[in-house]
């Protein structure tokens, strides 16, 4: 499964930790929307889209099954995330 386009909207004006909002689309057939870009301890990060249970608790709503497509998904979303900040200096 190849990422074939990743759509980022930063978050205008703010300087707490969500610095923008992804979408992922894999071999132009499938999207997952929602993913947040987040700024943490070590850098950015890339959190999947997730809901609320009863419980109070978080849980994704998707998410990649291994570690590589994890590692592929983040780096195209910060990638994507790092050339729109650019350009809005």
């Not at 608790?57 to 590692?71: Q, S």
């Amino acid at each position: 499964m190849k990422i074939s386009e990743v759509r980022v909207k930063t978050v205008d004006g703010k300087k707490g930790k969500l610095k923008g909002w992804a979408s992922i689309t894999f071999d132009g057939e499938f999207v997952v929307h929602n993913l947040k870009i987040i700024e943490g301890q070590k850098g950015v990060f890339v959190a999947m889209p997730n809901r609320k249970t009863k419980d109070g608790e978080y849980r994704d709503t998707a998410h990649p099954l291994n570690n590589e497509m994890r590692k592929n998904i983040e780096r195209a979303v910060i990638e994507e995330y790092n050339k729109i900040a650019a350009e809005q200096k």
